[in-house]
């Protein structure tokens, strides 16, 4: 549960700090890869909050056990 937290801080400061960088810059290619960047980031830390989701269930199934 704390990766998942943890996780979801960091994305959110990166993607502040990319998206504003991005904005200052004005550059629509600079912006289109942020962006792409981005969406990138958002897709792993969704599959790897997953992944922790359940391995978390299994662990609390077997100590039930």
Known sequence: MDNIITGAI?????????????????ALPFAVIVVFVCSL???????????????????KARAAE
């Open 10 to 26: 960091s994305v959110i400061i990166f993607m502040a700090f990319v998206l504003g960088l991005a904005h200052s810059i004005g």
């Open 41 to 59: 980031l958002s897709i792993d830390y969704i599959q790897s909050a997953r992944q922790g989701w359940q391995e978390e269930k299994q662990k």
